[in-house]
């Protein structure tokens, strides 16, 4: 069984994989998600934190909070966030590939 530190950072990284792609497929119809890409980006994480990495996608998930002026961003955030507290209580994650699942 691998360790907890490992196991937050497979999970870490499989959740921000999955904002990332979501933002790379869906940024060419909805022009706000680039700009949204341009802020996370610019997110440190923070190694003084007790768990920088649940830090860091917490303070993702409240930057996509503050941004949800529209219906697509309020849908990302909801579903990031569903699998930041996941995270948090060690629970499973979204069986989702994006975050974002609309009808064309």
């Known amino acids: ?3 907890k530190s490992v196991e937050t950072i497979a999970r870490y990284i499989h959740i921000a994989g999955k904002l990332q792609r979501t933002i790379i497929v869906n940024q060419g119809k909805f022009p706000e998600l680039q ?3 341009d802020k996370i980006i610019n997110i ?3 190694r003084t934190q007790p768990n920088p990495f649940l830090n860091h996608l917490e303070k993702i998930c409240q930057l996509l909070k503050d941004n949800s002026h529209t ?3 309020r849908h990302l955030h909801y579903n990031f966030n569903k699998d ?3 995270l ?3 629970r499973e994650l979204l069986d989702l590939n994006y975050y974002l699942n609309y009808i064309e």
């Open 1 to 3: 069984m691998r360790p």
């Open 35 to 37: 700009h949204l890409q």
């Open 44 to 46: 440190p994480i923070d």
């Open 71 to 73: 219906y697509i961003v």
């Open 84 to 86: 930041v507290e996941a």
């Open 88 to 90: 948090a209580e060690d």
